[in-house]
């Protein structure tokens, strides 16, 4: 059974642009979760989602966005991008809600 | 609001002896889960660990093991036998459960664990 997957891996933007990122959820899972992992500020909540809906939104200003779609699949936008949105972006997903599973990450690097 | 703290940032232990590693945390709630993850340098967060607040006995994973003292809000693990493989950030982290999707884990800071051959 394929894990979560989560693309890019490695990315490397420039201040104002903007990015998407990826996630695929365990086959079944209808829950995703995203998290943002820094050194100064270590991991912190960015957003739940469950059959497409929104269920949570951790304390990010509007710039961060998301969305999940009908197979589940998931994606995070950071618009107009800073130096301190550098970090690694992290996916889970879950069956119950409990256990959560997640992704490798994606590594961005903001310029 | 919770807050889960980790007041140890980096640990060190010798290949087969035995580590503990500290969390506390804070909140209001009755009812809950904690979790201790681990993340080796391949970056991919892994449950070590689970407990539910509602039952008194301490959750063991083979050579992993917990001790949840409600009253006192900590919730440290135990590694045993420590062994390289061991060697990662851990992280404590709080949930409150809700019905039918996750619910947002709030994670210490972690600590580094290296394990010496």
């Known amino acids: 059974k394929a894990g979560v997957t989560q693309t890019p891996r490695y990315l490397i933007k420039t201040r104002g642009q903007q990015v998407t990122l990826s996630c695929s959820p365990i086959?079944?899972?209808?829950?995703v979760s995203w998290y943002q992992q820094t050194p100064g500020q270590g991991l912190q909540f960015l957003f739940e989602y469950f059959s497409e809906t929104q269920r949570n939104k951790g304390n990010f200003p509007g710039r961060f966005s998301g969305r999940q779609f009908s197979n589940s699949r998931s994606e995070m936008n950071v618009s107009t991008l800073e130096l301190g949105d550098s970090a690694l972006y992290l996916c889970?997903?879950?069956?119950?809600?409990?256990?959560?599973?997640f992704g490798e990450g994606s590594r961005l690097t903001v310029l | 609001a919770q807050t889960v703290t980790q007041s140890q940032p980096e640990m060190s232990v010798q290949e087969a002896e035995t580590v503990t590693l500290s969390c506390t945390y804070d909140?209001?709630?009755?009812?809950?889960?904690l979790f201790w993850y681990k993340q080796p340098p391949s970056r991919q967060m892994i449950l070590v660990i689970r407990q539910e607040a509602y039952k008194q006995q301490n959750a063991t994973e083979n050579r992993f093991s917990v001790n949840f003292q409600k009253a006192a809000k900590s919730f440290s693990l135990k590694i045993s036998d420590s062994q390289l493989g061991d060697t990662a950030m851990y992280f404590c982290a709080f949930m409150k459960p809700s019905t039918g999707a996750n619910s947002k884990l709030t994670f210490g800071k972690g600590i580094t664990l290296s394990v010496r051959p």
């Open positions: 889970a997903s879950s069956l119950f809600g409990e256990e959560l599973f």
């Open positions: 909140t209001s709630e009755n009812n809950y889960y």
């Open positions: 086959s079944g899972h209808r829950s």
